[in-house]
């Protein structure tokens, strides 16, 4: 292969390589969460108060990109707190349906917010992302998630998924862990807006709606949320293949659009409905398969 | 004032009919469908095919479409409910399969009629109005109210008076004992979700005439409208959906007549919000919630 058409192939590509990185970083926005047992269904207001602090900041200040990113990584685990303290006591389906009340109520505080331009919300963002810095952000998240695996904060917030009154017993601060992994996740979330926001040049209501965050959910869920690095296997895997069904609903005849969201559910309901551990899974399974068949054929 | 008031009802009862199935599985099931909002939208579409293309008076429609609903409720507890039941984490799960068929449904959806609105052909509803008091009321809001009122009294008789209503409820409390007792629980789960699925499916059928607009994403806003009223309500309670329903109908009129149209939205979500923290088990729900 020539230079020549690797520089083509990357021209084509870089997006769809700058958005799994984006999504990977969702996703594992999402898992944070999940990983103490808590479905927060709120990230998508993160990402949008992440995505509108970074952009004000570069309209109005003359400060540099990073400190702007930094200030869209604090700011949505400082609103975390103050929302998870009475939110966190719910469980389950309840902790769900509130985060998505929360999240639905920002959306449309931006959609009516004169200052960011409303419904339209802000154009013509400089663009000052370049994917190495959406995959060092990635790379942070996955650090800090490996950090915490195995520590005891790691072993806390097992314990705490697998039965909270049990770990409440054994003296772990379940509320305390519960918050620190929304702002954690909120966090993530936040930077993965505004490095969005910068990335494609606009922020606007509409991205950060419901759908948005069925979406993390669906990559954490398919990846896999048993081990850290399931999620951004989830979102490489789901974002890259409607780029590869794009060649095939042009052979089959199909519209790309529907095509897609069909192969999405299909494949979120038999990743539910066989491989509950996710697609991450997958190695891990083979290898216990052949060993089995090796062992009856020795038998 | 009168005008709001009607204009709310007619609206409320919309959101009673679709949050009552909502709120008729999750009382069954402690799992909340979130393809409810699928067949709603789904439904809606079967009526229009029926009215366009077999040219059915829409009176004959409705019934059509609502049975289909609820065959279809029970395809979705086959493959996204049943498979799931006794897994440990079910209830997560059962969330996420639901979203999936959902998925998959929209999908077929945009495939066979694409992303555009469609609407009823003029003359398929009365358009003519009356005069009540100080209110304009259209024979369309007066057929509304009055249908969904009758599916109300109809599911109270079925819960309340019949043997099958008797089972559901009676799964609703425990299906372990109720098993015991001897009756078949995937039955009766099955049922509940052709119950709730007919429900859901009238909704989108009369949302599709009142805002002449079937569209495949009409489901989104109202399934999301749909959990604020059950919380609302309180999670399970049959009463307390419907009572919730008019309750959300009214206050997003009154928003819109007092505050403006854009902030029509953050009240329905405001008032779940504020529901859930101060008061999880809404207005009815029962006094000690397992979950909350």
């Known amino acids: 292969m020539s230079l020549e058409s690797l520089q083509d192939l990357w021209l084509t590509y870089q997006s769809t390589v700058a958005f799994i990185g984006l999504n990977g970083l969702l996703a594992l926005s999402v898992y944070t969460t999940l990983s103490c047992g808590q479905l927060s269904l709120a990230q998508a207001a993160f990402m949008a108060i992440g995505a509108y602090a970074s952009a004000i900041l570069t309209f109005h200040s003359g400060l540099p990109f990073a400190v702007n990113l930094a200030a869209a990584t604090l700011l949505p685990a400082l609103v975390a707190v103050p929302l998870g303290l009475p939110v966190l006591r719910l469980k389950g389906v309840f902790l769900a349906i509130a985060t998505i009340g929360f999240g639905e109520v920002v959306r449309i505080f931006f959609v009516n917010l004169d200052y960011t331009n409303g419904a339209l919300g802000l154009t013509a963002v400089p663009q000052r992302t370049s994917i190495w810095m959406i995959y060092a952000a990635l790379s942070a998240a996955l650090f800090v998630l490996w950090r915490i695996r195995g520590s005891r904060a790691g072993y806390a917030l097992e314990a705490i998924r697998e039965d909270e009154p049990a770990a409440r017993t054994m003296g772990i601060h379940a509320a305390r862990y519960k918050l620190a992994m929304l702002a954690l996740g909120a966090s993530f979330a936040g930077l993965a807006g505004a490095l969005e926001a910068h990335y494609t040049y606009m922020v606007s209501p509409s991205t950060y709606s419901f759908t948005r965050v069925v979406d993390m959910l669906v990559y954490a869920v398919v990846g896999g949320t048993s081990v850290f690095y399931g999620p951004v296997v989830g979102a490489t895997f789901l974002t890259a293949l409607p780029e590869i069904l794009r060649e095939i609903s042009a052979r089959v005849g199909l519209a790309p659009g529907p095509l897609r969201l069909f192969v999405n559910g299909a494949v979120l309901l038999l990743v539910i409905l066989f491989l509950p551990e996710g697609i991450s899974s997958l190695p891990r399974r083979v290898r216990a398969w052949l060993r089995s068949r090796r062992e009856a054929h020795a038998a | ?292």
């Not at chain 2, 909704?203 to 989104?220: E, H, T």
Request: hydrophobic letters at 60%; one cysteine or more.
């Open chain 2, 1 to 292: 004032m009168g005008q709001q008031i009607v204009n709310g009802l007619f609206l409320g009862s919309i959101y009673a009919l679709f949050a009552l199935g909502y709120t008729l599985v999750f009382g069954v099931l402690d799992i909340l469908n979130l393809a409810h909002q699928a067949v709603f939208m789904i439904c809606a579409y079967a009526a229009l095919v029926l009215v366009v293309h077999l040219h059915m008076p829409i009176f004959a429609a409705l019934p059509v479409a609502v049975l289909a609903g609820g065959l279809l409720g029970m395809v979705v507890d086959r493959i996204a409910f049943r498979p799931l039941r006794g897994r440990s984490d079910s209830n997560i799960a059962g969330l996420i399969s639901s979203i999936a068929l959902a998925t998959i449904l929209e999908a077929a959806v945009l495939q066979f009629f694409g992303p555009d609105v469609e609407r009823f052909p003029f003359g398929t509803v009365p358009t003519r109005s009356i005069q009540i008091g100080g209110a304009v009321v259209s024979e369309l809001q007066i057929v509304i109210i009055a249908i969904a009122v009758a599916m109300l009294l109809g599911l109270t008789w079925l819960l309340r008076r019949t043997r099958l209503g008797r089972r559901i409820r009676a799964v609703a409390e425990s299906p372990k004992a109720a098993r015991v007792l001897g009756v078949d629980v995937d039955r009766i789960i099955s049922a509940s979700f052709f119950v709730s699925s007919a429900l859901g499916a009238a909704a989108g059928v009369l949302f599709g005439l009142a805002f002449n607009n079937v569209a495949p994403d009409m489901g989104r806003s109202v399934e999301l409208k749909g959990l604020a009223v059950i919380v609302l309500g309180g999670m399970g309670s049959m009463p307390g959906a419907a009572l919730a329903g008019v309750a959300l109908g009214l206050l997003e009129v009154f928003t819109v007549a007092w505050i403006g149209s854009s902030y029509r939205d953050a009240v329905a979500f405001g008032v779940l919000f504020l529901v859930l923290v101060l008061r999880p088990r809404g207005l009815l729900g029962p006094a000690a919630l397992r979950e909350a």
